[in-house]
């Protein structure tokens, strides 16, 4: 039988060459052991409401609202939801003519564009232009159309922190670029040194590579780290004197949990600077309804603004955002809810306020009690996670473990993950799925489990780690 479009030899090599190890070996591992039975804690994923998290009430009014206009009509409407929660949705309806079942432009709502403009400007005192404001179904989408827009082949690089969020390198390798890597320093606290960059650039240029853009994370995935506005500044001056444009993806700047360095966001920094840079330095920021207090990953609302693009390059990129036709609207409609909250004197402000500070005090909390965690374990050091929502800690593995992975035909920090998984049920990502130096291992767990399932969970860690160094220590 003749061979096949879509049989997997013909396929496109991107496709095969692009690797994902948020939802990698360990998950689909996890999912068989799930479907035998094992109850599996999904800590792989940062992915709140799936965790138990509570979705936030006064959104979910309001997008029901959207959602069966019907209700609105209802005279019984006002026992059921606070009135501002009706006028909100009200609002929704005169900026989405056709309601949530209708495309909206490409770039999404307008008005909604405009929230996230005065949210943005709120937010770093400078103006934002809801022209170069695009909404999108998840920062994902946004980073992949950015990426689509820079890379034009092998040629392109493109710097990217590592370790890293895995959607820069499947994304470039996807599109045949190149992924050049800078390495944050562990026991600086993932710091960022300009010196990695210049090493990086030199030894890509070396190889005839163009450095185009370079991306920052920030609080950092999964390193949980916070760039101090010293850190930002080197950044945006190292791109400014290297030509590259800066992506800013800050989809976790709601996540902070230490006090020294509270976000910044890199357009902020930039406009600081003034003149020439903050007027030619191309910059594309990323933001989101999954992270944060939110937790609203499953529907797909995000955002990305574009600073010193030129008009006709932010019509290319209408253009191709067009193909689509639409983001989703619901999505939108999140977004627009997440930068225009309830306000003080709103019905639901006070709410909102109680709902949205007590899952954050919570996270930080958890990100002590598995920080503390792990650095109690035999062979085990972990950084502090400032933001986002991961833990990431250093597994020391002895010589034997690593020739038994070896053995195994894994990589060592595969092969932990996997027996950690077999012993507890807990499935995390192994650091080699985010890129770390040679011969270091990491995992990757989210700091999401409840609270109350924090100290089991940290108590089954320990035991299994203890077994198996006791196991493979000479
Ligand atoms: C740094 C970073 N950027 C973008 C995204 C994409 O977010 P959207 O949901 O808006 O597309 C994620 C998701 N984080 C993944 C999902 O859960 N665990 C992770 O590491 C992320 O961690």
């Known amino acids: 039988m003749s061979s ?15 690797q994902y190890a948020v939802r990698g070996e360990l998950y689909l591992r996890a999912s068989e052991l799930q479907k035998e039975g094992k109850k599996i804690i999904f800590t792989n994923v940062g992915n709140p409401h799936a965790l138990g998290q509570k979705p936030l009430t006064f959104p979910r009014q309001v997008i029901a609202l959207c959602q069966a206009p019907f209700l609105v009509d209802d005279p019984n409407v006002g026992l059921v939801f606070p009135a501002d929660a ?3 949705a009200k609002h929704y309806f005169s900026l989405t003519p056709g309601g949530l079942g209708a495309y909206s432009d490409s770039r999404g709502i307008p008005g909604v564009r405009k929230e996230v403009a005065e949210f943005i400007g709120r937010r770093d005192g400078y103006p934002s232009d809801p022209e170069l404001i695009f909404l999108t179904d998840g920062a994902s989408k946004g980073v992949m159309q950015i990426l689509n827009a820079i890379i034009r082949g092998e040629g392109d690089g493109v710097l990217v ?3 890293q969020y ?15 890597p800078y390495y944050l320093e562990e026991t600086a606290n993932w710091g960022l040194d300009v010196n990695n960059l210049r090493q990086s650039v030199a030894q890509a240029r070396y190889k005839g590579i163009t450095v185009r853009a370079m991306v920052i994370i920030n609080p950092g995935n999964p390193t949980g780290q916070c760039l101090s506005e010293a850190n930002l500044i080197d950044v945006l001056k190292f791109c400014y004197q290297e030509n590259l ?3 800013g993806d800050e989809v976790y700047q709601q996540n902070i949990y230490q006090d020294e360095r509270p976000f910044l966001s890199a357009r902020k920094v930039l406009m600081d600077m003034g003149p020439p840079i903050s007027k030619e330095l ?11 207090y939110w937790g609203e990953c499953g529907q797909r609302g995000g955002y990305f603004e574009m600073t010193n693009i030129p008009p006709k390059s932010v019509e290319e990129i209408y253009k191709v955002a067009s193909i689509a036709l639409s983001p989703n609207v619901p999505g939108q409609i999140f977004m627009g809810l997440m930068v225009n909250p309830p306000k003080p004197g709103d019905i639901s402000y006070e709410r909102f306020v109680r709902e949205s500070k007590s899952i954050l005090e919570s996270l930080r909390k958890r990100a002590h009690i598995m920080t ?3 650095n109690s374990c035999r062979n085990v050091v972990c950084n502090f996670t400032e933001g986002a929502m991961y833990s990431f800690p250093q597994i020391r593995l002895p010589p034997k473990a690593i020739d038994a992975a070896k053995k195994a035909g894994k990589v060592p920090d595969v092969f932990y993950c996997l027996k950690l998984l077999e012993a507890t049920g807990i499935s995390t990502v192994p650091g080699s799925g985010f890129g770390q130096k040679e011969g270091v291992f990491h995992l990757r767990t989210t700091i999401l489990p409840a609270e109350e399932d924090m100290p089991a969970i940290m108590a089954s860690f320990k035991k299994f780690n203890d077994e198996f160094m006791d196991q493979y220590e000479d």
């Open 4 to 18: 096949k479009p879509l049989d997997y030899e013909n396929l496109n090599e991107n496709v095969k060459k692009c």
């Open 86 to 88: 009706i006028a909100r």
């Open 161 to 163: 922190p590592v370790p």
């Open 166 to 180: 895995p959607l820069y390198s499947a994304t470039i390798s996807l599109l045949g670029g190149t992924l050049v």
């Open 245 to 247: 444009v800066l992506l």
């Open 282 to 292: 191309q910059l594309v920021s990323f933001h989101t309804v999954s992270k944060g």
């Open 372 to 374: 503390d965690g792990f």
